[in-house]
């Protein structure tokens, strides 16, 4: 049997992203497999990086992208626990040997090993994908289709970084660069679970707004305001407690200029350069932390999955696309033009919740 997915066969520009009707169909590798039917999956800045080629990162045509899905298993390995052919699944699109040192310990997303779906091993965007069963939960069939789809990595990314890295307490102030992108947005919609209050940054008014109906306190827009000298003004000089920036050299000075006494900068990327100046006066005089994340391990899949089954944490989703049209998706999301999860639909739904792409809905 030949299967349906979205593919690049080199590196380079959108030309390169291609729909095929002929690839094979994925068997287990091992007997902790599971094989997932895909309904849907979605998209993330991840793709782009990949699309054009990373270092150390080597693709094999025709290599199916994407990172994120949502599937009904359809096959279970030998020494596969904890899922059953049948049940709807979202996927952890973090990979680990469970072996390694930091594997042992429960550190997955530090696993020597450590690979994601679409970047180390072949992707989501197809019609059937194989995953080890640790990194597949279930969820109520009645969650949302494409909402489960756009879920996982950014999800699981965001609250790794606020409430395992930056210990994020309730009544913290927090400042998000970049609403609208998918880390920044699950980001706000936890901070909003955790009860902190938010400031958010777009250059645009219009992102700004959709920020404030999924939660932001405060919005700026960082094209015309000076956002740190802003955050003092507006807490009486005291700043804020966590800064959330993946934007990396562009924000940074900013970012350590807006936060506090015990800050804490959580970043998990730099889509502006990787290269940072940090003055060492106020990291030191503040006591702030500067701390790296990626990913997460299966207990914060586990505590994130929960809010999904609950219906607390559902990702807006910008636009739905049917695979085939999925270079238009990547246009979209190379635009920067999306706010929340840009989605391609795959298989048939098995008469689900179809169509509710709300992309106004929100978390609590
Ligand atoms: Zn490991």
């Known amino acids: 049997m030949v299967v349906r997915g979205l593919t690049i066969s080199a590196h380079g520009g959108l030309d390169e992203v291609q729909f095929r009707d002929d690839l ?10 599971v094989r997932v039917r895909v309904q849907a999956v979605a ?50 699109p973090g990979i680990s040997d469970r072996t390694c040192r930091y594997c042992r310990e429960g550190d997955h997303p530090l696993c020597i090993h450590f690979g994601i779906l679409g970047e180390h091993q ?43 890295r930056a210990r994020l307490q309730a ?58 000298r802003e955050l003092r003004a507006a807490t009486g000089k005291a700043g804020v407690d966590v800064v959330v920036d993946n934007v990396g050299a562009a924000t940074w000075k900013q970012s350590m200029g807006a936060l506090g006494r015990r800050g804490r900068l959580v970043t998990c990327g730099g889509t502006s350069g990787p290269i940072v100046e940090t003055d060492v006066r106020r990291l030191f005089w503040n006591q702030i932390s500067i701390l790296g994340s990626t990913m997460g391990n299966d207990t914060e899949f586990d505590a994130i999955v929960g809010h999904l089954r609950e219906g607390r944490l559902l990702p807006p989703v910008d636009r739905v696309y049917p695979i085939e049209q999925g270079r238009e998706a ?16 795959v298989g048939q739904a098995d008469g689900q919740a179809v169509g509710q792409s709300d992309s106004r809905a929100v978390g609590p």
């Open 24 to 33: 094979p169909e994925p068997a287990l590798q091992a007997p902790t497999d």
């Open 43 to 92: 998209l993330n800045h991840l793709d782009l990086f990949v699309l054009a080629g990373l270092p150390g990162v080597t693709i094999v045509p025709p290599w199916v992208v994407a990172a994120d899905a949502v599937g009904v298993v359809d096959e279970v390995g030998s020494a596969a626990v904890g899922v059953r052919v049948g049940d709807t699944v979202v996927v952890n």
């Open 122 to 164: 072949p992707g989501t965007a197809a019609e059937y994908v194989v995953v080890p069963a640790f990194n597949v939960r279930s969820i109520p069939a009645t969650t949302p289709v494409e909402q489960a789809a756009a879920f996982g990595l950014v999800t699981i990314t965001a609250w790794r970084m606020l409430v395992t």
């Open 171 to 228: 009544g913290e102030r927090v400042l998000i660069w970049g609403i609208g992108g998918g880390v920044a947005t699950a980001a706000l919609q936890i901070c909003k679970l955790v009860g902190a209050e938010v400031w958010v940054t777009s250059s645009s008014d219009e992102k700004l707004e959709r920020a404030r109906a999924l939660g932001a306190d405060h919005v700026l827009n960082h094209r015309t305001a000076d956002v740190a």
């Open 330 to 345: 990547y246009a979209r999301l190379e635009r920067g033009e999306q706010f929340g999860k840009i989605v391609l639909r």
